[in-house]
């Protein structure tokens, strides 16, 4: 992953291979990111805090082309997936695994619609990547989710449950 002061790929850039807990010290802002190869999960503060941004293999040549809030990048993780089995996750409508349950394998374009409820409390990853997404259509703030158990929305960076619309990451 390369990431650039300016707009278009131009200025001040740093190549990075790994995980970077602080890239502070490379540049002082993000404006356009290039995505070689992998998953790459972006955080607007250091020690993957903050507003996360869900970055797989292509161009963004602005900010508001990986739906940044600002171009403030400080932290940075990669993400292989190398199981190629299907993609399996469990929502739930409270917290701990309460009350009503739906399970999806497939890209939800509107939560609503098909759950018809606005709040995820928890979930259970079984199987595969996914980005939750603050409104329907994939727009607004992103959460990463790997396998595994999420038993409240803070498990996965939220400060509430409201999520709209969730996706699959498939490529890597």
């Known amino acids: 992953i390369t990431f650039y ?8 850039n ?6 970077c807990a602080d890239l502070h010290s490379y540049f002082s802002r993000c404006n356009s990111i290039r995505v070689d190869s ?4 972006a955080y607007e503060r250091p020690n993957y805090m903050g507003y996360q941004y869900v970055l797989t ?3 963004y040549p602005d900010y508001q082309r990986w739906m940044g809030f600002n171009d403030c990048i400080r932290s940075c993780r990669m993400y292989t997936y190398t ?3 299907p993609y399996k996750m469990k929502i739930y409508e409270r ?8 399970e999806f394998t497939d890209d939800c374009e509107n939560l609503y619609d098909r759950f018809r409820y606005r709040e995820i409390h928890s979930c259970n990853v079984m199987d595969g990547y996914w980005t939750f997404y603050e409104h329907p259509s994939y727009k607004g703030r992103q959460y990463f989710l790997r396998p595994g158990e999420y038993r409240r929305f803070g498990d996965w960076g939220a400060t509430c449950a409201g999520i709209g619309s969730f996706r ?3 490529d890597f």
């Open 5 to 12: 002061e300016d707009r278009n790929f131009q200025g001040r």
């Open 14 to 19: 740093y190549e990075c291979s790994s995980d």
């Open 38 to 41: 992998g998953c790459w999960v």
């Open 57 to 59: 293999r292509g161009e």
């Open 83 to 85: 199981h190629g089995g």
């Open 95 to 102: 917290s701990d695994y309460g009350g009503q349950m739906m």
């Open 168 to 170: 699959r990451i498939m």
